[in-house]
């Protein structure tokens, strides 16, 4: 059993069962409670279901120092909380597999003078989902490079590059849960109104506007992260009124996911990539 959490601050501390941050309980990882919504008529045996949310996710951690003296105890302990800041959001990765929080407590349950001091933490974490450490990328359209060295062009001239054919590509999401993503279109020339569509919904993303060559729109369809930025001079800018109206924000279903690019002109000077971290419900 091993974990590292890490401050936004970049701090680090692994904790695991070896000295000197011996770890010896984990708690709250593997299941989540829910909160169920019903109602109930009167005289009414049972309830009808209305709705289900999960709660937020409490991770407990317990262990000890372990040092050779009271006084390397005492700087094992400052370090420790020194990285378990409650000032300080951070993330928790444990088995390739990574949750964001914040600390709710960090403490010890003997004087800082001892030589193997018991410390006790809780994380508060406010979305409840796991997410898997590398991001996945999935490419719709593309061009692929095919120029190398040692270069030989021969009588009928040499290809430079090749054109995905499709329009249509199937995403794989191995997570629990429906999980948002961020869509990037780019430029290779003029682009007039490019979309993205989920095949089996009719769901889409569409932007209005006519894009130039060599401009990116990104389109963020995370919960309670939506946002539609242009890259400009390697700033993110929001264009969110580019939006069309009858947009939504896709998300990517367990499971497999079959999406469609567009664009109303200029669609084979279009790129379109899919990026997106699948979500669990545990380790």
Same mark, same amino acid.
Not at 138 to 164: C, K, M, N, Y
Not at 255 to 280: C, F, H, I, N, W
């Given at each position: 059993?091993?974990?590292?959490?890490?401050?936004?601050? @970049?701090?680090?501390?692994?904790?695991?069962?070896?000295?000197?941050?011996?770890?010896?309980?984990?708690?709250?990882?593997?299941?989540?409670?829910?909160?169920?919504?019903?109602?109930?008529?009167?005289?009414?045996?049972?309830?009808?279901?209305?709705?289900?949310?999960?709660?937020?996710?409490?991770?407990?951690?317990?262990?000890?120092?372990?040092?050779?003296?009271?006084?390397?105890?005492?700087?094992?302990?400052?370090?420790?909380?020194?990285?378990? $800041?409650?000032?300080?959001?951070?993330?928790?990765?444990?088995?390739?597999?990574?949750?964001?929080?914040?600390?709710?407590?960090?403490?010890?349950?003997?004087?800082?003078?001892?030589?193997?001091?018991?410390?006790?933490?809780?994380?508060?974490?406010?979305?409840?989902?796991?997410?898997?450490?590398?991001?996945?990328?999935?490419?719709?359209?593309?061009? =692929?490079?095919?120029?190398?060295?040692?270069?030989?062009?021969?009588?009928? @001239?040499?290809?430079?590059?090749?054109?995905?054919?499709?329009?249509?590509?199937?995403?794989?999401?191995?997570?629990?849960?429906?999980?948002?993503?961020?869509?990037?279109?780019?430029?290779?020339?003029?682009?007039?109104?490019?979309?993205?569509?989920?095949?089996?919904?009719?769901?889409?993303?569409?932007?209005? $506007?006519?894009?130039?060559?060599?401009?990116?729109?990104?389109?963020? =369809?995370?919960?309670?992260?939506?946002?539609?930025?242009?890259?400009?001079?390697?700033?993110?800018?929001?264009?969110?009124?580019?939006?069309?109206?009858?947009?939504?924000?896709?998300?990517?279903?367990?499971?497999? $996911?079959?999406?469609?690019?567009?664009?109303?002109?200029?669609?084979?000077?279009?790129?379109?990539?899919?990026?997106?971290?699948?979500?669990?419900?545990?380790?």
């Amino acid at each position: 059993m091993e974990l590292t959490y890490t401050n936004e601050s @970049g701090g680090k501390l692994t904790l695991r069962q070896a000295k000197p941050f011996f770890l010896t309980t984990l708690d709250g990882a593997g299941s989540v409670r829910q909160t169920v919504n019903t109602f109930q008529a009167p005289q009414q045996d049972g309830a009808f279901f209305i709705s289900s949310a999960l709660d937020m996710r409490n991770i407990t951690l317990e262990g000890t120092i372990v040092a050779g003296t009271p006084n390397k105890a005492y700087e094992y302990r400052r370090q420790f909380l020194k990285i378990f $800041t409650p000032k300080q959001q951070g993330t928790l990765t444990y088995r390739n597999r990574q949750i964001a929080c914040v600390v709710e407590e960090a403490g010890f349950t003997a004087s800082g003078r001892e030589r193997a001091p018991g410390f006790f933490v809780s994380l508060l974490c406010p979305s409840p989902f796991f997410e898997a450490l590398a991001e996945v990328r999935a490419e719709l359209a593309r061009w =692929t490079p095919l120029f190398h060295f040692v270069l030989e062009i021969p009588d009928g @001239g040499v290809e430079f590059g090749s054109r995905q054919p499709s329009q249509i590509i199937t995403v794989e999401n191995p997570g629990d849960v429906s999980c948002g993503c961020r869509i990037v279109f780019r430029a290779l020339g003029e682009v007039e109104n490019p979309e993205l569509m989920d095949v089996s919904t009719g769901e889409y993303v569409r932007l209005n $506007t006519v894009m130039t060559a060599g401009e990116e729109i990104r389109v963020y =369809t995370h919960f309670a992260g939506k946002r539609v930025v242009r890259l400009q001079s390697g700033e993110e800018v929001s264009v969110f009124s580019l939006l069309d109206t009858g947009s939504t924000f896709l998300q990517l279903s367990p499971g497999e $996911t079959t999406l469609r690019y567009d664009a109303a002109a200029g669609k084979e000077l279009l790129e379109v990539s899919l990026y997106y971290r699948p979500q669990y419900l545990g380790v």
